[in-house]
């Protein structure tokens, strides 16, 4: 595709997000911004949630697994079933009993303002983190395909990008995103099953012969119940499937924004019921692209690269015809804006309400709060995105965005000592505890093999909230 077919693509697709922003949220108030007035239907919420949490980096990334981890990641996908039911059954009937609008806002009335900031803090942090980097991967797209042949500063594509997404969100909020998200996610299924399409049908392949090819390929297995030292060990992956989505879902309050914009509870229950079981099917979609991309570079006799993150964009750039790589582009903005506009609506959400301590019942100050905020996070994505492309090293980046999912383990502590004991705690040393729990889970990953002769994969998650469940037991009032 040539740079001024890709820009038409673009300006088109941001086009059609401004006009459903128009209708959405022209008579939007806070609580439309912040919770949808309640009033957001639960199947075009559990639609959207999909595309929410089907990043730009598992557009590129989970097709690209399949080359290391054959099909395994399925376990985990599978253990995040088990992590919908618990959210579904514990966490959203205390959600809409307390009548929250920041999620965090349990943690003041349970432990007090210090745990309260401290979760707010850590969910901060990790959001604006993960929305940058999301972020990033798309204005590099873009700035590759397109602006780079124009002489246009890096700066100014990652500044016009974020204007979008600030003019589509600012006003409606979370009354926006229920639709637009569901927009993106019909748009980026639709991008992995054409492309699939088209895969099969350079290959002369049916739906039989695609089972039929996969299941007889190398990368065909989904459990491993034997190496419990490997990082695909079944157990490992279901549980800590399990453990992502209570807190990456349950505890995050981008997720449970939309969820809490639903009529009632039972409505919100039956959005994460559907969207849990939505998940599997998607995820096995990108799967299939996966192997089916491999299968096609040996058909080929195309090199495969040596980084799964670049196996399909490369094939779909540059062999799979333009097709496919004009779906290609549409899927992969779906995926990275559908993940930063709800980032976005939540971080102002959760600044206004957490941090700043906006009084709801004040229309006025707290929209002009909102406002305020709104424009802050925009400019520090901004910033963000600006040092990581000014670090411009694959191995820094990485392991900053592992750090940032280092912070959801206090959040699951932090609940999970809430939820499931009557303990008081000193609330000034709550974050202590938090900082710590992170420090000793990054030392005992980087030293774990030495140490125990175990490599420790995602279920560092369950141990840094554990870490944090006997931190705040120790610092317990008597």
Known sequence: M???????????????????????????????????NKQSPWYVVAFGMVGASLSGVTFISVPGWVKSIDFTYMQMVFGYMLGYVVVANILLPLYYKLNLTSIYSYLDGRFGKNSYKTGASFFLLSRTIGASFRLFLMANVLQITVFDAWDVPFFVTVSITILLIWLYTFKGGIKTIVWTDTLQTLFMLLAVGISIYLIMDQLNMDITGLANTISESDYSKVFEFGDWQSKQNF??????????????????????????????????????????????????????????L???????????????????????????????????????????????????????????????GADENDEAQTKKLRFRSHLLFSLLLLVVILIFRAINDDSVIAAIFTIAGYTYGPLLGLYAFGLFTKLKVRDNLVPVVAILSPIICYILKDNSMDWFGIAIGFELLMINGALTFLGLWLVRRK
């Open 294 to 356: 491999l299968i096609f570079a040996q058909h080929q006799g195309i090199a495969i690269p040596e980084r799964g993150d670049d196996l399909f964009p490369i094939l779909a750039t540059q062999h799979l015809g333009p097709v496919v790589s004009l779906f290609f582009l549409i899927g992969l903005m779906a995926a990275a804006y559908s993940s930063a506009d709800s980032a976005l609506t939540s971080l102002t959400t959760s600044f206004t309400v957490d941090i700043l």
């Open 2 to 36: 040539s740079p001024v077919s890709i820009l038409l693509v673009v300006v088109g697709y941001f086009s059609l997000l401004l006009v459903i922003s128009y209708f959405t949220g022209r008579k939007a108030d806070n609580k439309g911004f912040f919770v949808g």
């Open 235 to 292: 157990f490992k992956q279901f549980f800590t499937g399990a453990f992502i989505t209570i807190v990456m879902t349950g505890l995050d309050q981008d997720m449970m924004q939309k969820n809490l914009s639903c009529k009632n509870l039972g409505e919100a229950k039956k959005n994460m019921y559907w969207y849990g079981f939505a998940f599997i099917p998607a995820n096995l979609l990108f799967l299939i692209l996966g192997a089916l």
